[in-house]
Structure formats: C-alpha cells, structure tokens
C-alpha cells in the first residue's frame, strides 16, 4: 500500500529564504506524488502532480518538487519565501490498489516570518 | 475555471441528528470522492464513486454514512444519525479520469465544517 510521510509539522522561514518541505513516499510501484496547499478556511488546491514524466516537476506560485526514486522522497521547495506562501501544505499519493483515491501526509504548517 | 462546490460552509447539528451534506462536481467528471479533516489533523479518504456506486470504501465509511447521486449534478453524503466525533471538515472531490486515472487532478471544493454539539 501506498504512504507519505512529512517530515516536520511546521516549519518556519523568513521572507526571501529558501523554503524546503521534506516528503518521503512508501509504495511497491512507481508512485504518483503530489503536493497540495491548504489556505486558513479554504480547500485544497493543487501545487504540482509527479506522474513518471521529469522528475523535476515545477507547479504554481513558484514552487517545485524533485522525485529522487534513490530516496523515496519529494521534497517541495521555493527559493524565494512570501508572506502569501504561509499555508498547510500536504503531501500525497495516489492510491493505486483501485478507486485512485489520494492518500494524505499529516501536513506541515509553513510560517513565514517578515 | 470549472470548480467544485460544496454547501452549505457550515453546518451545525444535534448528536444523533441526520445532516445531508452537498457537492456539486465538475460538470464532465465521473468519480466522485469525499474526504473528511479532523480539526488539526490530516485529510482522511471516505469514499469513491463511480458509475453509480460506490467504487472503494474507507473503514471510517460505516453504516452511519451512504453517498446518493440523486440527479446529473448533486454528489451527497449523508450521516444518518450524528455522533460529536462526526465534527470535523469534510471535502468532495472529483476527478475527470474516464479511467479513474490515478495520474488525474482532483478537484476538491471548498469544504462543508460539520460541527456536532
């Protein structure tokens, strides 16, 4: 069975500094990997998808995530933090046993301090 | 952009109350997911269907829960008699996939905060 896991439940870093996000996945087939933000109050938008194409995957707001296979990880960074990034962002697998659902990491809280 | 909606954004009922919660999905898309957030915890799967029935099962989806398609737009969940652990977000969600591709973006809405008392 698929799962995620993230590394840090907050994490802060100051406006203009590098953000990293650590996720590390668990499958027995190539997974597909995905990273999620959660704004205060609202849904879940999706940042970026991972679906065996490049392994580096760029996704909106400037983010991206590498697939390292070596590691089973997918981590999610930024080079530039802003205030606007200060979120919940989720790490998640597709389920490929059927149905496709998505399976969630427990999420880590950005802070971005001024 | 197309998106999925939800209502209503908050809902508040009685233990042992029932609460009909209400998505309407994209327009072209054939599964149909719900999803449930505890308070400070993470995003947890409930349901997926497909074609009319329920494709997959979480063992969180017990008895006290059904989803209807009752027409060609509305997705529903329904509790049918509530407990306080009931209280927590829950998010519908849907995918384009003909296939139910696991590659497909899920659309998630905006959330229904089902507070039990």
């Known amino acids: 069975a698929q799962s995620v896991t993230q590394l840090g439940s907050h994490v802060s870093v100051s406006e203009g500094a590098l953000v990293l996000l650590r996720c590390n996945y668990s499958?027995?087939?190539?997974?597909?990997l995905f990273w999620y933000v959660q704004y205060p109050n609202q849904g879940l938008q999706l940042l970026l998808k991972?679906?065996?194409?490049?392994?580096l995957v760029k996704g909106i707001n400037g983010f991206e995530a590498e697939f390292k296979k070596s590691e089973t990880s997918f981590h999610l960074t930024k080079p530039s933090a802003h205030m606007s990034d200060a979120a919940e962002y989720f790490c998640?697998?597709?389920?490929?046993?059927?149905?496709?659902?998505?399976?969630f990491g427990a999420g880590t809280r950005l802070f971005v301090k001024a | 952009e197309p998106e999925v909606t939800q209502t209503p954004s908050h809902q508040v009922t009685q233990m042992g109350q029932e609460v009909i919660l209400r998505c309407v999905p994209i327009?072209?898309?054939?599964?149909f997911y719900w999803y449930r957030q505890i308070l400070g915890q993470k995003v947890e799967f409930l349901v997926s269907?497909?074609?009319?029935?329920?494709?997959?099962k979480s063992e969180i989806f017990d008895d006290q829960f059904s989803v209807e398609r009752p027409d060609g737009s509305n997705f529903t969940l329904k509790i049918r008699s509530t407990k306080l652990e009931d209280s927590a977000m829950y998010f519908c969600?849907?995918?384009?996939?003909?296939?139910?591709?696991?590659?497909?973006?899920?659309?998630f809405g905006p959330g229904t905060r089902l507070t039990v008392l």
């Open positions: 991972y679906t065996s194409a490049a392994t």
């Open positions: 969600a849907s995918t384009e996939g003909g296939t139910g591709g696991a590659t497909d973006t899920q659309y």
């Open positions: 998640a697998v597709s389920d490929l046993g059927g149905g496709f659902k998505t399976i």
């Open positions: 269907f497909y074609n009319n029935e329920i494709s997959e």
């Open positions: 499958s027995s087939v190539p997974p597909y």
């Open positions: 327009s072209n898309h054939l599964y």
